[in-house]
């Protein structure tokens, strides 16, 4: 007997994946590694996000070049505003690391022949508009500091 490990063709069993119904689900950034240009240079941005105990893998991608093309494509931008991680202005670096941890929600499909979920898109979340306040100096002051009529 050897006293090392000697790589014997691992185990042929695949271990059953757990397949989620097509439909909407939370999810949690669980790993992303920082985009890189592939071969038709897009951007492509690979992230493992866990719905409901599930890991999916997907990979947002983004035109390099917006000029050569009529499609605009953004995939990335759209799930960095999904999980609100997208920079306050176009053209900011993105922090990476704090992508994980962060929670969204997206659509999840299985094609045909396919046993896994795949994302078909990520939702942006709901923009809250805060009320409008009027600024101290708007704010009509009566002359007189103590109220006349005290409701007791």
């Known amino acids: 007997m050897s006293d090392e490990y000697t790589f014997q063709g691992g185990d042929q069993r695949r271990a059953p994946r757990r397949l ?5 689900y939370f999810f949690t950034v669980s790993e ?3 985009p890189y240009l592939n071969s038709n240079e897009n951007w492509v941005l690979k992230i ?3 719905c409901e105990g ?3 893998l997907a990979a947002p991608w983004s035109r390099s070049d917006h000029s050569q093309t009529q499609d605009n494509r953004d995939g990335i931008g759209e799930f960095l505003l999904c999980v609100n991680r997208a ?3 176009a053209g900011e670096v993105v922090d990476w690391k704090k992508v994980i941890g962060a929670k969204g929600k997206c659509k999840l499909r299985q094609r045909e022949g396919t046993d896994f979920n795949e994302v078909q898109f990520f939702y942006r979340p709901k923009e809250i508009k805060q009320p409008a306040v ?7 002051l009566e002359s007189d500091d103590a109220p006349d009529e005290i409701p007791f």
Do not use: F
Request: glycine share 4%; hydrophobic share 40%.
């Open 20 to 24: 989620l119904p097509p439909g909407d």
């Open 32 to 34: 992303c590694l920082a």
């Open 48 to 50: 493992s996000i866990v």
């Open 54 to 56: 599930v890991t999916i």
């Open 87 to 89: 920079p306050v202005h």
């Open 134 to 140: 009027k600024p101290k100096d708007a704010i009509e």
